[in-house]
């Protein structure tokens, strides 16, 4: 059974940094896409950031580019979003999503592309 686990949500002003982890209990964590999305009140659940197999593509959301950071380790099973200069905008609740692909240059973007999620980790941005 495929298990995401996300941890390092909480609240922060304005301009703060947070990392989000994800932990895998995936035995093929290293033929998974992954990414991260995240889901405000109201809205749609959109993409935030994805990562190829291997690490070496990455993919983000215009508004987060040059502030949040995707990464992996593979020998840990774990994910990693890296944010900083956090915005009010950015709150929401964040997924991690994993996708079993067989390119090792593939990222997901898409939610309906995404095969397993975790339960989530609420980010809050106080201004």
Known sequence: QVQLVESGG?????????RLSCAAS???FTICA????????????EFVAGISRSGG???YKDSVKGRFTISRDNAKNTVYL???S???EDTAVY??????????????TRPG?????GQGTQVTVSS
């Not at 997924?95 to 997901?108: E, H, I, M, N, P």
């Not at 592309?113 to 999620?117: I, N, S």
Request: include cysteine; glycine fraction near 10%; proline fraction near 2%.
């Open 10 to 18: 909480g609240l922060v002003q304005a301009g703060g940094s947070l």
């Open 26 to 28: 995936i035995r093929t």
């Open 34 to 45: 992954m990414g991260w999305f995240r889901q405000a009140p109201g809205k749609e659940r």
């Open 57 to 59: 593509n990455t993919d």
């Open 82 to 84: 890296k944010m900083n």
């Open 86 to 88: 956090l915005k009010t």
């Open 95 to 108: 997924y991690c999503a994993a996708d079993l692909v067989v390119s090792s240059t593939a990222v997901r």
């Open 113 to 117: 592309e995404c095969d397993y999620w």
